[in-house]
């Protein structure tokens, strides 16, 4: 609080900023003359006074100051609930931080790797796509049990120039005929036993797997659509 | 501010027990101290008692966040105010954003009265208590947080100029105009 000199004359302004704490009790003993001793000058000040007395009075009596008191009685409580919670939850996200991230991490790094787009040409994988050529057509069953059911090589060549003929038939025009003289793509003959123990021989389309690197996404796709618009029952 | 600061004798000795060792008692102590402050400061912004304690909440946990950063240039209860006034700032904004999309809610603040046993409740008139809140409300910020700050909480006038950052000359006519102010509006009551 500033110094006063006892008995000088205040301006309106200086009383001013001295009315509501000498209404409310606040000035100490010095100020509280001053103010005292000028407020006769200053008429219009002394009935500020006197009306702003009655109305803090009537504050006084509301006590909001222990209203507010109780009415926020119980934050305390509720901020130690509150950190409570968040503790267990810190002590949670940390679990998940150092024990399930990572393990989901490494999850999807190896989903990542395995199903990476360079492996994800399952779809329009030839080899599946023609898996289900069999050739029927060019053997009898019983003839084809024989066949696969013999020691003899010679029958294995037999079976082979076969299914050469019939890799034959296959035309592919543009890219895919190309990339067959270069030998990416070739004829691919193997056999598959059903339940009932028969043999089914099986042709496929190949790609040279060490050889697809080289081919452009584009001419891939390419080719596909022309290995799978050949009729093979032609 | 609240007198139950338990077995501690001053800010200090709290701050560097919980700093310390995080200790429950010291977050206790020093929540109990200070709840009626912050939660009247929440309330003269929002208006609300819910709002206000949900806010004195998120500054006691903030507070206790950075207890440790706390170096003491100023006093625990402007840094206090400071905080309060940033949260309070930030659910008003968001209470604006929710009233826009329609989910707003009703201000309390004009109802303080309703909760509390104080015996004096049955002597004054609720009437002047509701206009009372009313003026108050409308007060701009500064002469209303002046008064309130003198008032009910009781501070010097450096303390009031450190939180509000106005000089203390700035302050006395804020202070006069607010309680000129309350005179006029509720001398009739």
Redo the contacts between chains.
Sequence with gaps: ?ESFTPNRELSHYQM??????Y??G?LNPDEMTLFESNLPRYPDLAG?VA??R???G??D????????????????V???D??GH?LKRQQKFRFVARFILPTAALIFMAILVIDSPRFDKSSNNPELAFAAYRMPAIFDPDELYQLFDSEYEENYDLLGDAFDREFDKLELSGAGQDYISTGIISDYYYYDVDESGNYYPLNSINFETKDLDKLDEEIFQQILEEIENVDINS | MNGASLVYESDSEIIRDYCSTGSEKAANAFVRKYQKFVYSVALRYLKNHHDSEDAAQEVFIKALGNLKSFRGDASLSSWLYRITANVCSNMKRKKKLLSFFGESERDDFLNVSSSGPSPEQQLVGKEFEDNFMEVLSGLPVKQRETFAMRYFDELSYNEISEMLGTSVGGLKANYYQAVRKLSVALRNL
């Design positions: 609080m001013e900023m001295l009315l509501p704490d209404v409310l606040k500020e009306e702003a009655i109305v803090f009537k504050i009596k509301m006590d909001l100051d222990s209203k507010n008191a109780y009415r926020s009685r119980n934050v305390s509720k901020v130690q509150n950190l968040r």
